[in-house]
């Protein structure tokens, strides 16, 4: 079963569009999640990219366990060079040089999943 995650921080402001443009062009990871053995333990499925005003929330839907998808996302080279562009525009500076540092940059600005309903929900 998919499960969700979303971090969210700030671009300066006047930056969004460029911003946008960063995304739009970034590269596609690896959706296959492997351990270190090449044992596939989990999928990125999807990224969904929000922004209003100078706030961006990257939304991942995965299968696996999260710290999983984190290492493997820290790992993956279009990833790298997209955070590395990302890093001109940020409000508040961050390290991302390393899988551990991306690691606790993404638990530091992971938003709190409040709700997740599906049309396969039924309400009692």
């Known amino acids: 079963m ?14 969004e569009g460029e911003v946008q443009q960063l995304f739009r062009d970034s590269g596609r990871p690896s959706h296959d999640v492997l351990d270190a053995e090449g044992n596939q333990v989990g999928k990125l499925l999807s990224t969904v990219v929000f922004m209003h005003g100078n706030r961006v ?26 955070e590395k562009k990302l890093d001109d525009y940020l409000e508040v500076k961050r390290d991302t040089s390393s899988p551990e540092k991306f690691r606790e940059y993404f638990l530091s600005c992971i938003m709190t999943n409040v709700i997740h309903r599906t049309r396969d929900d039924v309400d009692a």
């Open 57 to 82: 929330v990257r939304v991942l839907e995965y299968e696996g366990s999260l710290p999983d998808v984190m290492r493997h996302m820290a790992q993956q080279p279009e990833l790298q060079e997209l």
């Open 2 to 15: 998919a499960d969700f995650a979303a971090v969210t921080w700030s671009v300066r402001p006047g930056t």
